[in-house]
């Protein structure tokens, strides 16, 4: 046996010495191994890294198929207890060994007899090698011995070409990892990186069976895909609810390489039939899936536990899945808040500029008419078809006041396409919705529908609905309307609508009702809440316009007060006036009168002395005349005081007076004011008389409409110009109310001359006289048929009253 054990010694040194690889090294080290130690079979088994399993890598006299096929699950054989215990063990009838694992599949029925040694090279088990025989045997000591000699003398060689080919094996791994990486960056998709995940999880390791679950941002388990074959089904929710959730939560990798051993899990039949491996796809603590993989099958059909190089090849595909997975996540959560944001900004810009389209509204009609264009235009919050509802507190009712919207789907296209137009050359929704003929509007047939509508605000209904829970109510089909619903839905002839309350003062103002008759759009919960912004502006907006019709009513009601006051207060001035104006002339008329008679009487029949009488009326007369001056210097009240003011102040306090005759006249006020007339030295209150009469006469001279091609409008401009006499404010007003006829050009300014009905003629001649007191110039630029301008001129820093011939001009 000496020299047999050198020989067979020897020719194992040959074999680990030649550049073999390890297969062919391995084969012929079970060859060697059977001859020299007569057994009727041999194999050599080897660990994977991590110790969990024994690989079949070589045999003689066993199943050629169950090479490389062939894996022993931890702890399972004698196998397992050779590499356990790390010493040879022989057996001489296997079957009543309670050690033995048989597995059909590697051909080991016909054998009994077992001797195996474990291969250690230093403090490392790298495996088993055993013969066996199909007779009973049994084995002796030095059997025993030389099976050692043979593992320890091959167990360095296995090491290194094991390590090689491993390394080799890695190297292949993660070049297809690196594959799978291009193509997960390429795309956006996650369905397409589970599909591409769980087809490189079976070309790494040859597993029948891949699942992978996707997990949205909640949390939540949402998807399951399988290369080949249906979605997630009940079938599997055990597997899913179970396994599956543990390891998405814990972010930990549950490896089974027995599922009939483990318990711990439901329906794992389901899904496997030997083992599986079930891992996280997590990125930054963030589980994106699941993935299950099961049953690695090699050559044979076998299936076969996964090794620890393919549990590493399985990691580092879901951490390149979850890589792109979190990629594609932040991507899409990024795009989708640029897109809320792109959103945001349109419905923001959209309420301002309807916001800034009812604030140039003051009239009722023109207002309902801009919200429920903005309502309804692609550029504003684009419903098919809207109606406005007030609320009638009299009767306790919801009235249609004006619908917008077509009546036909024919007459939908042409409009949506005449808008369309519209906006594509350029003009703003502001500018459209305000230049829209309101008759296009008011003898629409769906107008006269809005406005013969009527609904109860304490009825069953979907307005007042709206009314009593003050929030935007969707009805969504026929099955949701109560009876009052669907008699409305008939007359709308549509059974999907929405609407949103108009809250002002937290107060009901009315409702808004819009629908998608005809694109079929489904209204969103989206629209919902974009209408419900959009109606509070528009209920501010209307009870702004009701209010300044109550304020106007007001103002008017005050003006005929002040008017009928003043025109007391002058009439009992005049009494008292005449009276005492009476009661002072009657004495110095007698006088006069009765030396008139004298003088009368005497002067046929005697000499009398005409000297003294005509001197006695001629004093009667002088008093009678200083009576007269008197009395109109009392009347004058030019008294005032004069300072130092804003002129340009003056001016816009003036023209606020009339801001609401000239919108009602749809006059446009045009103010250029220099900064540099904030120093004036006048009369403030003349000042405002002189301005309060020149605006007032153009406003009525445009306000008659005599030239309705000439846009109205009002020009104010003020500057500050160098004279002889030093510096003069000067103050322009021009008009477009057409001008002053040329026959009365040379009369306006004289007392008492009008060309109006119930005017007193009194307005341009009190403008000059103001304007002469402040030693100033009033002067006129006449233009026929297009309008007229006055230019007042006076000294900045004043300048003493007029002559007395100027105050005695009225």
């Known amino acids: ?52 399993t024994l690989s079949l890598k070589a045999s003689r006299g066993l199943s050629e198929e169950a090479v490389n096929s062939i894996r022993v699950p931890k702890g399972r054989g004698l196998s397992w207890k050779i590499v356990r215990e790390r010493r040879p063990v022989a057996v001489s009838d296997v079957w009543s060994d309670p050690d033995f694992y048989y597995i059909p599949e590697s051909g080991e029925a016909k054998f009994k007899s077992l001797l195996g040694s474990p291969i250690i090279d230093g403090d490392d088990c790298l495996g088993a090698i055993y013969i066996q025989n199909i007779e009973p045997r049994e084995y002796t000591q030095e059997d025993m011995a030389n099976l050692v000699r043979v593992a320890q003398a091959v167990a360095g060689a296995i090491r290194a070409r094991w390590f090689l080919e491993r390394s080799q094996e890695k190297v292949r791994a993660l070049s297809e990892i690196n594959d799978l990486g291009r193509l997960i960056n390429s795309t956006d998709d996650p369905h397409e990186m589970a599909r591409l995940a769980a087809k490189y999880a079976a070309s790494l390791t040859g597993a029948r069976t891949q ?9 939540e388990l949402v998807e399951q895909h399988i290369p080949e074959g249906p979605g997630d089904q009940w079938y599997l929710k055990p597997v899913r609810d179970s396994l599956v959730r543990q390891v998405m939560e814990t972010r930990h990798l549950i490896r089974i390489d027995d599922i009939e051993a483990q318990t711990g899990y439901e329906g794992l039949n389901r899904v496997a039939l030997r083992s599986l491996i079930c891992l996280p796809m997590s990125y930054q603590e963030t589980t994106l899936g699941v993935a299950l993989i099961a049953d690695r099958v090699t050559g044979s059909g076998y299936l076969a536990p996964f090794s620890a190089e393919e549990v590493a090849s399985l990691t580092e595909v879901a951490r390149t899945a979850a890589h792109g997975l979190f990629r594609a996540r932040t991507r899409f959560q990024l795009q989708e808040a640029l897109d809320v944001n792109r959103q945001n900004v349109k419905e923001l810009s959209i309420l301002f500029q309807i916001s800034t389209a009812m604030q140039r509204v003051i009239d009722l009609d023109d207002l309902l008419r801009v919200i429920l264009s903005c309502v309804t235009v692609g550029q504003g919050l684009g419903f098919n078809r809207a109606i406005l509802f007030l609320a009638n507190e009299n009767n306790n009712t919801l009235q249609g006041m004006m619908g917008m919207g077509p009546s036909s789907p024919d007459e939908a296209g042409r409009t949506w396409s005449n808008i369309e137009s519209q906006f594509i050359q350029g003009q703003d929704l502001i500018q459209w919705i305000l230049s829209r003929d309101p ?22 209904n979907a307005l007042a609905m709206a009314v009593g829970k003050r929030e935007a109510v969707n009805i969504h089909g026929y099955d949701a309307m109560t009876f009052e619903d669907r008699e409305f839905s008939r007359l709308l002839g549509c059974d999907r609508f929405a609407v949103a309350p108009l809250l002002a003062h937290d107060r009901t103002l009315g409702v808004i009702l819009v629908d998608n008759m005809y694109n079929g759009k489904p209204i969103t919960d989206s629209d919902l809440a974009l209408l419900t912004r959009f109606s509070a502006p528009a209920a501010w907006a209307i009870s702004n316009v009701k209010l300044l019709d109550a304020l106007s009513a007001i103002n008017k009601e005050l003006v005929t007060l002040e008017s009928r006051l003043a025109q007391v207060e002058r009439m009992s001035s ?31 029949t005697t000499k009398i002395d005409v000297k003294k009488y005509a001197g006695i009326i001629m004093r009667e007369v002088e008093r009678l005349e200083g009576l007269l001056r008197d009395t109109l210097d009392a009347t004058k009240g030019f008294a005032g005081s004069r300072k130092n003011v804003d002129l340009n102040q003056i001016i816009r306090e003036s023209i606020e007076l009339y801001w609401r005759k ?17 120093e004036v030295f006048c009369d403030p209150a003349q000042m405002k008389q002189l301005f309060i009469n020149l605006i007032l006469n153009s406003i009525e001279a445009m306000a008659c409409d005599r ?3 000439i846009a109205k409008r009002l020009k104010i401009t003020t500057s500050l110009v160098q004279a002889e006499g030093g510096e003069m404010a000067r103050i322009g007003l021009a008009d477009t109310g057409g001008g002053i006829p040329p026959r009365d050009l040379n009369e306006i300014f004289n007392p008492f001359f009008t060309s109006k009905p119930g005017g007193t003629g009194l307005g341009l001649s009190l403008c000059k006289k103001i304007t002469r007191l402040h030693g100033g110039s009033l002067e006129i630029d006449n233009r026929p048929g297009d309008g007229v301008t006055f ?17 005695a001009e009225l």
């Not at 699942?211 to 949390?219: D, E, I, N």
């Not at 006036?577 to 002067?603: D, V, Y």
């Not at 004043?798 to 105050?807: I, L």
């Open 1 to 52: 046996m000496k020299n047999l054990g050198e020989n067979f010694i020897n020719e194992l040194s040959g074999i680990t010495l030649a550049r073999l690889y390890l297969t062919n090294m391995l084969d012929q080290i079970a060859d060697t191994a059977q001859r020299y130690l007569k057994g009727d079979a041999s194999a050599i088994l080897l660990l994977d890294e991590e110790g969990r």
């Open 211 to 219: 699942l992978v679950w996707l997990v949205s941002p909640g949390g």
């Open 439 to 460: 008759q296009e509007i008011l003898s629409s047939p769906f107008n006269h529908l809005a406005r013969s509508l009527r609904a109860p605000m304490d009825g069953d």
């Open 574 to 604: 005049l009494g008292e006036i005449s009276s005492e104006l009476a009661h002072e002339i009657k004495n110095p008329l007698m006088t006069i009168g009765g030396f008139a008679r004298r003088i009368l009487a005497q002067s046929t």
């Open 662 to 678: 000239m919108a009602e006249e749809r006059i446009k006020a045009e103010l250029d004011l220099s900064h540099e007339l904030k």
């Open 707 to 709: 030239h309705p091609r």
């Open 791 to 807: 230019t007042i001129t006076l000294p900045r820093n004043g300048a003493n009253k007029g002559s007395g011939a100027d105050e």
